[in-house]
């Protein structure tokens, strides 16, 4: 929803939106809007973001975790106050998905600037490194990297014959080094919401109090290949029609879940059949789950719901399937309250209407939460749409969340 910004906002809607649209302009030409972590395109985004770093007065540099980290000096020794997002994006992802969090926290740092404020703190600006899922198959690479929470054995994960070792040295980082950082006072992170709740509620903030747990549960169905036109269909194992029962098996349980008092959802978003020829018999699926809870026990309900129904499925279709093998399992993150409270103390002196919401999608902001109290604003994007070309943001809901930002790092300094 556009709308008339207060005339006394401290942040700037013009400088945002030249930022929007600077990496929007930065995409793979043929699938607006790329720019996968790790590609010579990010690498674009990234200069382009280093220099308008520089141009805010920040000093820059890629730390070991292969983040981009602009520092704005504060009084010494008085540790520092982060702000950030990511500027990678999913395929045919959003122009707003983590570039805005990187485009709003630039415009905080190029505001203090303007208002001749010097923080007790340091201010650091950051793009982490490869938040969403890359070509690795695993996400938030850049912020665990940056606490030292990136699992070792990920470093010689090699994809099209380059490590993801190799992957954060060409982007100027160094894996050998473990990351840690004691010196954060708290971490802001700005986001769209990536669902409908704030449009529809006609609300300007989400204050985030809980990130969302992600597993990613994969399994293997195995048949057998056989002649389509030939072999009897009762003497078939046919993976894929298995797998569809299981398919839809995971839908009817997430569905089930998604109505209890916490956030659930789960999605089969990686699936591949083969030998996908027409006149054979499907001999073996894999299928990756994506599920997401807030509440620890229901991913467990569902965990042993899906392992339930692939016995049902072996006894019903007679192919073996591997017992299901969670790939990776993060745990949902509690925000912390002082941060929303001034969040919301915030928002509120902006006049602005906010509600406090859990998030489905992950972000960096789930392991800057181990080091240092953190919270995130949500602002609302057009249908709840993300990760998508349709995503949308208005630059005028960007700018209110900017501004909320702003005045969280006045509060959070003065503590
Ligand atoms: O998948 C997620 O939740 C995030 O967008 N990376
Ligand atoms: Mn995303
Ligand atoms: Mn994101």
């Given at each position: 929803?556009?709308?008339?910004?207060?005339?006394?906002?401290?942040?700037?809607?013009?400088?945002?939106?030249?930022?929007?649209?600077?990496?929007?302009?930065?995409?793979?030409?043929?699938?607006?809007?790329?720019?996968r972590a790790?590609?010579?395109?990010?690498?674009?985004?990234?200069h382009?973001?280093?220099?308008?770093?520089?141009?805010?007065?920040?000093?820059?540099?890629?730390?070991?975790?292969?983040?981009?980290v602009?520092?704005?000096?504060?009084?010494?020794?008085?540790?520092?106050?982060?702000?950030?997002?990511?500027?990678?994006?999913?395929?045919n992802?959003?122009?707003?998905?983590?570039?805005?969090?990187?485009?709003?926290a630039?415009?905080?740092?190029?505001?203090?600037?303007?208002?001749?404020?010097?923080?007790?703190?340091?201010?650091?600006?950051?793009?982490?490194?490869?938040?969403?899922?890359?070509?690795?198959?695993?996400?938030?690479?850049?912020?665990?990297?940056?606490?030292?929470?990136?699992?070792?054995?990920?470093?010689?994960?090699?994809?099209?014959?380059?490590?993801?070792?190799?992957?954060?040295?060409?982007?100027?980082?160094n894996?050998?080094?473990?990351?840690?950082?004691?010196?954060?006072?708290?971490?802001?992170?700005?986001?769209i919401?990536?669902?409908?709740?704030?449009?529809?509620?006609?609300?300007?903030?989400?204050?985030?109090?809980?990130?969302?747990?992600?597993?990613?549960?994969?399994?293997?169905?195995?048949?057998?290949?056989?002649?389509?036109?030939?072999?009897?269909?009762?003497?078939?194992?046919?993976?894929?029609?298995?797998?569809?029962?299981?398919?839809?098996?995971?839908?009817?349980?997430?569905?089930?879940?998604?109505r209890?008092?916490?956030?659930?959802?789960?999605?089969?978003?990686?699936?591949?059949?083969?030998?996908?020829?027409?006149?054979?018999?499907?001999?073996?699926?894999?299928?990756?789950?994506?599920?997401?809870?807030?509440?620890?026990a229901v991913?467990?309900?569902?965990?042993?719901?899906?392992?339930?129904?692939c016995?049902?499925?072996?006894?019903?279709?007679?192919?073996?399937?591997?017992?299901?093998?969670?790939?990776?399992?993060?745990?949902?993150?509690?925000?912390?309250?002082?941060?929303?409270?001034?969040?919301?103390?915030?928002?509120?002196?902006?006049?602005?209407?906010?509600?406090?919401?859990?998030?489905?999608?992950?972000?960096?902001?789930?392991?800057?939460?181990s080091?240092?109290?953190?919270?995130?604003?949500?602002?609302?994007?057009?249908?709840?749409?993300?990760?998508?070309?349709?995503?949308?943001?208005?630059?005028?809901?960007?700018?209110?969340?900017?501004?909320?930002?702003?005045?969280?790092?006045?509060?959070?300094?003065k503590?």
């Amino acid at each position: 929803m556009t709308r008339n910004l207060p005339g006394n906002l401290q942040v700037r809607a013009d400088r945002i939106a030249d930022d929007i649209d600077g990496l929007a302009g930065l995409t793979e030409p043929d699938k607006p809007w790329t720019r996968r972590a790790f590609t010579p395109m990010f690498l674009k985004g990234r200069h382009y973001l280093n220099r308008r770093f520089k141009e805010a007065g920040l000093e820059t540099r890629i730390d070991a975790a292969g983040n981009l980290v602009g520092l704005r000096k504060g009084k010494a020794g008085n540790g520092t106050i982060m702000l950030g997002s990511h500027s990678d994006t999913v395929p045919n992802g959003g122009r707003f998905d983590g570039i805005a969090g990187v485009a709003a926290a630039l415009e905080v740092a190029r505001s203090l600037n303007d208002a001749g404020v010097q923080l007790e703190h340091d201010l650091e600006i950051v793009d982490f490194l490869a938040e969403e899922v890359s070509i690795f198959g695993v996400s938030c690479i850049g912020s665990r990297g940056m606490l030292g929470l990136r699992p070792s054995e990920w470093l010689e994960r090699q994809v099209e014959g380059v490590t993801l070792a190799e992957g954060i040295r060409s982007v100027g980082g160094n894996p050998a080094l473990i990351g840690s950082r004691d010196d954060i006072k708290a971490f802001l992170e700005l986001h769209i919401e990536q669902g409908p709740v704030l449009e529809n509620e006609r609300i300007d903030i989400g204050v985030v109090t809980a990130i969302s747990g992600i597993a990613r549960i994969e399994i293997l169905v195995e048949g057998r290949a056989d002649h389509a036109g030939t072999t009897p269909m009762g003497l078939r194992l046919d993976a894929l029609s298995a797998a569809s029962h299981i398919v839809l098996g995971i839908e009817r349980t997430a569905t089930d879940l998604s109505r209890g008092p916490s956030h659930f959802a789960a999605t089969v978003g990686e699936f591949v059949m083969e030998p996908n020829a027409a006149n054979v018999v499907p001999s073996r699926v894999r299928m990756l789950i994506d599920a997401r809870a807030i509440d620890r026990a229901v991913m467990e309900a569902f965990s042993d719901a899906v392992a339930t129904l692939c016995v049902e499925v072996v006894s019903k279709c007679g192919v073996s399937i591997t017992a299901p093998r969670r790939i990776s399992d993060n745990p949902p993150s509690l925000m912390s309250e002082k941060v929303v409270a001034l969040l919301e103390e915030s928002t509120a002196g902006l006049s602005l209407s906010s509600r406090r919401m859990v998030s489905g999608a992950g972000h960096d902001a789930a392991y800057l939460n181990s080091a240092a109290p953190t919270a995130m604003v949500f602002i609302p994007c057009r249908e709840g749409r993300s990760h998508t070309a349709e995503e949308w943001a208005e630059n005028d809901d960007i700018t209110l969340g900017a501004a909320v930002l702003y005045e969280t790092v006045l509060k959070l300094d003065k503590e």
